[in-house]
């Protein structure tokens, strides 16, 4: 069955500074990959998703997210942070046949 | 545009009460969805629909039904409120089962 893995549950980065969050997922064919982010009291936004094609996608608010088929992964990065983006990320991924299965979440905590 | 629009967005139960979520949409999808959000646990589906008239289950169907009797409305119900279905519950919409997910802001359901 597939699945989604985000190993950090808790990040804490200054304003300014860049931004990893990792994703792993175990799926057997190439799935559809999405960013969703939470801000506090709010519904889930997409960040930016991954189809086909170029491996490195761009969203909005100046993510990007690089697809490694050869690492299972889908990591989230944003060059520098600012204190808007604390909230919650998640990572989901699906294939066309079947639904959407979300990571657990990772909660980013910036640092003034 | 409203988008994905719940209600209530609070509501506070007593064991073995009943009580049924709204969710409408205005953006003519075929997909509709509702999760429940707990601590740690990230999104969990509970039920989805593929069309007017269609419900399924999804990874957490127990103590929930669903209706979906126009393509603008998903309702969930709690026919018997148990404390363990004390959760944030989010309703979301997709045109295709491959698409993006639109989500609506939450409904916070605290059960005594």
């Known amino acids: 069955a597939q699945s989604v893995t985000q190993p950090d549950i808790h990040i804490t980065v200054s304003e300014g500074a860049s931004l990893e969050l990792r994703c792993n997922y175990s799926y057997g064919a190439t799935p559809y990959l999405f960013w969703y982010v939470q801000s506090p009291g709010q519904g889930l936004q997409l960040l930016l998703k991954y189809f086909s094609g170029d491996t490195l996608v761009q969203g909005i608010k100046g993510f990007e997210a690089e697809f490694k088929r050869s690492q299972s992964s889908f990591n989230l990065r944003k060059p520098s942070v600012h204190w808007s983006d604390a909230a919650e990320y998640f990572c989901?991924?699906?294939?066309?046949?079947?639904?959407?299965?979300f990571g657990k979440g990772t909660r980013l905590h910036i640092l003034p | 545009n409203a988008g994905v629009t719940q209600t209530p967005k609070f509501r506070v139960l007593k064991t073995g009460q009943s009580m049924t979520l709204l969710c409408a949409q205005d953006m003519n999808h075929e997909y509709m969805y509702w999760y429940r959000q707990d601590p740690g646990m990230g999104l969990r589906l509970i039920h989805y629909s593929v069309g007017e008239g269609t419900t399924a289950k999804g990874e957490v169907p127990d103590g929930y039904n669903v209706s979906r009797l126009k393509k603008q409305n998903f309702l969930l119900g709690l026919e018997s409120a148990a404390p363990s279905q004390t959760s944030v519950y989010f309703c979301?919409?997709?045109?295709?089962?491959?698409?993006?997910?639109?989500f609506g802001a939450g409904t916070r359901l605290s059960v005594l």
């Open positions: 979301a919409s997709s045109y295709s089962q491959g698409d993006i997910q639109y």
């Open positions: 989901a991924v699906m294939n066309r046949d079947d639904k959407i299965i």
